[in-house]
């Protein structure tokens, strides 16, 4: 049976710097604000849409009538971000604003600093702060703040030099932070694992044991429940050498990737192969677990280091054909 | 077929390339939505829905880009939908698109596919490992090797097959303008003589990384029957699914794949596709899989798909030419890759293939998978309207 | 060619919960609904025609984090199926037309989402435009309040109003076993409240939920074989609006009102509405034109439990159920997707033959 203990669960963060490319509408506007300049785009309804869009928000048509406007504008709704999260604009509390700029017939959605909820207003007036360090995104707007405010004497964005290139593409940081949970059925496996155990389950409808067990075996739609242990030897059904590397690889390659079919499994799963040289990896050999030392085992796969030729002769095709 | 008639009347693709610098995500998919509505001569206002499809928005760093891109795609105002069915999307998309037709839903779809790999790099986002598993993946690459050395092992096929079919495909996609690889001097010996990847795959029989989009433009049977051009005529789409890994899975023809075939040969009324099909655009990522699939589609026996592609038989000039556009290995915007070939069969159909086109096609195959080789989806379209009147 | 008719004929919820413990690829919470659902039709995943999800890649952080759902089917022999990364009310819409296609005699929907994995609302932000929005980081909550304040301040409604959608709202889910959250309470106390994000406080604001929900849908004969009192869908329709958020009219759902004319929505009894914020009940109800006799959201709503991408699904579940039970002639169930209501479902349902 399952076991009592919560599932395991791990922190798991996945994050990518996305390289934007531009193209003719959005590559002028990025320009624009790395020289400290607000473009707007004419929609075929005579609107100006601050920021720009490439394609009519009514009809769809292509556009590309800029037109400079305002950095003074006037705040349409908002509301107020007590607590600022990762990648917003300000670290201290804000107001999120739609800000309609001189000009412009559509709102642009900013951050507005003012210290306090109490100091927002719809109607009220406010100009960009730019950033002391530009390179043609959004946020070469640091925030909005009220156009009569001491800071607003601050010194005009400082045109950058005219031939500096246009600018083509952005880079868009997307980190995110989440927390992976195991069913609880891998949980068992893993806490297993944790012991230098292999434990498997059998679905109690098809009789066939899985490893790691399985929240829903794929072929009953059921939970494998009947705990089997497995031993540490079993045969390579099929594999590939990887030579390739690639961004994010935690294993330097070239290295054998094989299916490992464990003896009294029903099913293989991939790990590597090592302790011979690749190009003498066969289907159908016969391998053993070769684990960490005991002292770094935890709650993962990763506790057998790689799986080694025992020696033993080939396992016949007819043990592992249908594992292919 | 089930339900309401309903026809490709156009479709439109871009220029595919490694990276598409000089457009946005939206600029490139109404690069391709702007010559599918040009090729049905049909403007925004004659489209009463738009289905978008592409593969993990992990890929662009957007959450649900369709929202973002209602107005590049012209959907303001009317329904429009996202489906996300791993690699087989495009093709997925074309078949939901076709379905709203047939179920009386709508009369002209417009469906849409792209991939811009450019943003990000699709190695990452398909190795992310997750706590607990075992880091050993390595991509898309890393998945199917193994798969393929099975295959080869199995059906007894000589080394150089796949080479042939990266070979033929290049040479194909050197007469397609919009191919992101355009390779007329590649040869059998060329392709072996590339460094191997993932062992038994060569560097030279992979897809490249691509950035794509691709548009089909649906119609019922009145508009298709004003049309000005020669529609092609949906003939039969399936879509089969199994679950990636299970006890006894076949990995190198899979269930799915040829239940999906069942499906669509017997909804289109064949009985032997090798005689009765012209042209075939299939999914073919890494060379292996033009015999692999053959054998899947019912085109060849099983572990005989090899003497089919060694013969030459899906040469441009052979019984059964694949892949005429240079297929997957030619230009694999990943999201775009499915619907590509639809759009390449049904061009084939109504005889606007160009320097691709094969001589006389009147029925034609579009074919795509994804997942773990699990994600089926197919349509057969045909020059003559099903029913046999022309 | 006569298009067959189709029915719901069966829905299953799982508890709307703030933590499930349950993995990202929604098996723990999709396995016992499939059971559920079927057994109290007297089916088995065999005699289903046609599968049909929605669900998100970002809610999990991984590509491809549908297929491992798949797994809670039993998927062996291959099955007929497809997956929207939309809210599941598009992927029965998608169903619908499958089974109106005649291709197809039965079809089961399912969504699922566990929002508890990562910070739901920071990962909606990656919805909004991704050169001139989204590096900003708003998250969903700062957007609904911009276009709340919208309203208040141009006397499209009132704080008042807002708190009497949230007390009903809270009330109802009092009623409902698998609702998040629910009490007695009424506006005044909720007036009370702090806010959360100026003007909106807790109240108005769907909690963060994990869940998942299965409809079976059946064509024509097949539906009535299946159940005595099928809710037969006599309109559906979605539609989008413009996905520059600025360049729309934040007060209104346009969108929503032309799905109301398309699914013909007069008369009904009952509407679920798919209102993630306390306003866009209000919007919502506008649009569709309900009158003060339609009952709105009895299961409480999505302002007791908004499983993301499974909500909108459950919205049609519980509309239907009400003629499943014979409680009522006609029902309308409605699903929203993208910031700020920029997409919207309606779906209505039928009782009789």
Redesign the interface.
């Given at each position: 049976m399952t076991g009592t203990s919560p599932p395991l669960s791990a922190p798991f963060d996945v994050g990518f710097d996305y390289t934007r490319t531009l193209g003719p509408v959005l590559g002028p506007f990025a320009t624009a604000l790395r020289d400290g300049r607000v473009l707007g785009i004419r929609g075929t309804d005579r609107r100006v849409h601050v920021p720009v869009v490439e394609f009519d928000p009514v009809t769809g048509d292509a556009l590309d009538e800029l037109v400079e406007v305002s950095d003074f504008g006037t705040v349409v709704t908002w509301t107020w971000q007590s607590r600022p999260s990762e990648g917003q604009p300000l670290d201290r509390s804000f107001a999120w604003a739609m800000i309609r700029l001189d000009g412009a017939d559509t709102p642009l959605l900013h951050a507005v600093d003012t210290g306090s909820a109490e100091a927002m207003w719809t109607g009220m007036r406010v100009r960009i702060r730019w950033a002391d360090e530009r390179s043609g995104s959004i946020t070469d707007i640091a925030c909005f703040v009220p156009a009569d405010s001491a800071t607003a004497s601050e010194p005009e964005a400082p045109a950058a030099a005219s031939d500096a290139a246009p600018v083509t593409t952005v880079v868009t940081p997307i980190h995110l932070h989440l927390r992976h949970s195991a069913s609880a059925q891998e949980s068992d496996y893993l806490r297993a694992l944790e012991q230098g155990r292999l434990l498997a389950q059998r679905c109690t409808e098809c009789d066939k044991v899985y490893i790691p067990p399985r929240g829903a075996c794929p072929t009953c739609g059921v939970p494998t429940t009947e705990p089997v242990e497995l031993p540490d030897t079993g045969t390579v059904t099929t594999f590939c050498i990887v030579n390739v590397p690639f961004l994010g690889q935690r294993i330097a390659p070239p290295y054998v990737a094989a299916y490992i079919l464990l003896d009294g499994a029903d099913i293989a799963f991939l790990h590597l192969v090592l302790g011979c040289d690749a190009a003498h990896v066969r289907m159908g050999m016969r391998v053993r677990a070769v684990w960490k030392p005991r002292e770094d085992w935890s709650t993962t796969m990763e506790n057998i280091d790689h799986f080694a030729p025992t020696g033993e002769p080939d396992a016949a095709d007819e043990t592992y054909a249908h594992h292919l | 077929m089930?339900?309401?008639l309903v026809a490709v009347l156009g479709s439109g693709q871009t220029h595919h390339a490694s990276?598409?610098?000089?457009?946005?995500?939206?600029?490139l998919c109404?690069e391709a939505v702007d010559r599918a509505l040009a090729d049905a001569d049909l403007d925004?206002a004659d489209v009463d829905a738009v289905v978008l499809g592409k593969?993990?928005?992990?890929?662009?760093?957007?959450?649900?880009?369709?929202?973002?891109?209602?107005?590049?795609?012209?959907?303001?105002?009317?329904?429009?939908?996202?489906?996300?069915?791993?690699g087989s999307v495009g093709g997925?998309t074309a078949?939901?698109a076709a379905?709203?037709v047939?179920?009386?839903?709508h009369r002209r779809v417009l469906a849409v596919a792209f991939e811009?790999q450019?943003?990000?790099?699709a190695?990452?986002?398909?190795?992310?490992?997750?706590?607990?598993?075992?880091?050993?993946?390595?991509?898309a690459?890393?998945y199917f090797?193994?798969?393929?050395?099975?295959y080869i092992?199995?059906s007894g096929a000589p080394d150089h097959i796949g080479a042939v079919v990266a070979a033929k495909d290049r040479r194909n996609g050197a007469l397609n303008p919009y191919a992101h690889l355009r390779e007329n001097d590649v040869s059998v010996d060329s392709v072996l003589e590339t460094?191997?990847?993932?062992?038994?795959?060569r560097f030279a029989e992979t897809c490249p990384s691509s950035d794509g989009a691709c548009a089909v433009v649906l119609g019922d049977e009145a508009t298709a029957d004003r049309a000005a051009r020669r529609p092609a005529w949906v003939h039969a789409t399936?879509?089969?699914?199994?679950?990636?890994?299970?006890?006894?899975?076949?990995?190198?023809n899979?269930?799915?794949g040829q239940?999906?075939a069942r499906?669509l040969w017997s909804q289109a009324g064949i009985t032997d596709p090798m005689s009765e099909v012209d042209v075939a655009e299939i999914y073919v990522p890494f060379s292996w899989f033009e015999p692999m699939w053959l054998e899947n589609l019912g085109f060849a026996e099983p572990d005989s798909g090899w003497k089919v592609t060694e013969a030459g038989d899906t040469a441009l000039d052979g019984r059964l030419p694949v892949n005429p556009s240079g297929g997957v290995l030619s230009s694999n915007p990943i999201g775009a890759s499915g619907m590509l070939r639809f759009a390449e069969a049904a061009m084939q159909v109504s005889g606007r293939a160009g320097d691709h086109q094969v001589d006389g096609a009147r029925t034609a195959l579009g074919h795509a998978y994804g997942?773990?080789s699990?994600?089926f989806s197919m349509w057969l379209v045909g020059s003559d309207k099903p029913g046999g009147t022309r | 060619m006569a298009v067959p008719d189709v029915a719901v004929v069966g829905f299953a919820e799982a508890p709307n919960l703030r933590a499930a413990d349950a993995t990202t690829n929604g098996v723990e919470m999709l396995v016992p609904l499939f059971e559920q659902v079927l057994d109290e039709l007297s089916m088995t995943r065999h005699d289903i025609g046609f599968w049909c999800s929605g669900s998100s890649d970002y809610l999990a952080g991984r590509a491809f984090s549908f297929i491992a759902a798949i797994d809670a089917i039993g998927a062996v022999p291959p099955i007929n199926e497809s997956h929207v990364e939309m809210d599941a009310a598009w992927a029965l819409y998608e169903a619908w037309v499958k089974l109106r296609t005649g291709e197809v005699d039965t079809a089961l929907v399912y969504g699922f989402g566990k929002s508890s994995a990562g910070d739901l609302r920071r990962t909606l932000a990656l919805q909004l435009d991704p050169y001139s929005v989204a590096p900003l980081w708003p998250d969903s909550v700062t957007i609904a309040a911009l276009q709340a304040r919208l309203g208040l301040e141009t006397g499209m409604w009132t704080e008042r109003e807002m708190a009497e959608v949230s007390a009903r709202s809270l009330r109802d889910g009092a009623t409902n076993p698998l609702a998040q959250r629910g009490h007695a309470t009424d506006a005044d106390a909720l007036l009370a409240e702090p806010t959360l994000a100026d003007p909106l406080r807790a109240y108005d604001c769907a909690p963060i939920t994990d869940g998942a929900s299965v409809v079976v849908l059946a064509a024509a004969d097949r539906a009535r074989e299946l159940r005595r009192d099928p809710a037969w869908i006599t309109g559906m329709a979605h539609r989008t609006e413009s996905g520059t958020l600025t360049a729309r009219d934040l007060t209104r759902s346009s969108s929503t009102q032309d799905c109301s004319k398309a699914a013909g929505t007069d008369g009904v009894a009952v509407a679920e509405l798919h209102a993630p914020f306390s306003h866009q009940d209000i919007v919502l109800r506008r649009a569709l034109g309900l009158g003060d006799a339609v009952s709105v959201s009895p299961s409480g709503g999505a302002l007791c439990g908004n499983p993301m991408f499974s909500a909108g699904l459950s919205r049609i579940g519980h509309a239907a159920r009400h003629v499943l039970d014979g409680r009522a002639e006609k029902v309308l169930g409605h699903a929203t997707s993208g910031p700020a209501l920029q997409q919207n479902l309606v779906c209505v349902m039928e009782g009789g033959n």
């Open positions: - | 089930a339900g309401q990276k598409r610098t000089d457009v946005s995500i939206a600029g109404r925004f593969a993990p928005d992990l890929f662009e760093g957007v959450m649900m880009p369709e929202l973002h891109l209602a107005d590049a795609l012209g959907a303001n105002g009317k329904p429009l939908m996202r489906v996300h069915t791993a997925s078949n939901v379905s709203l047939q179920g009386g839903a811009k450019s943003e990000s790099n190695m990452w986002a398909l190795s992310i490992a997750p706590p607990f598993t075992m880091p050993v993946g390595a991509g690459g890393g090797a193994p798969h393929v050395r099975a092992r199995r460094q191997m990847l993932w062992d038994p795959i399936a879509m089969r699914t199994e679950p990636t890994t299970f006890s006894g899975r076949d990995h190198v899979p269930q799915a239940a999906a499906a997942g773990g699990q994600y | -």
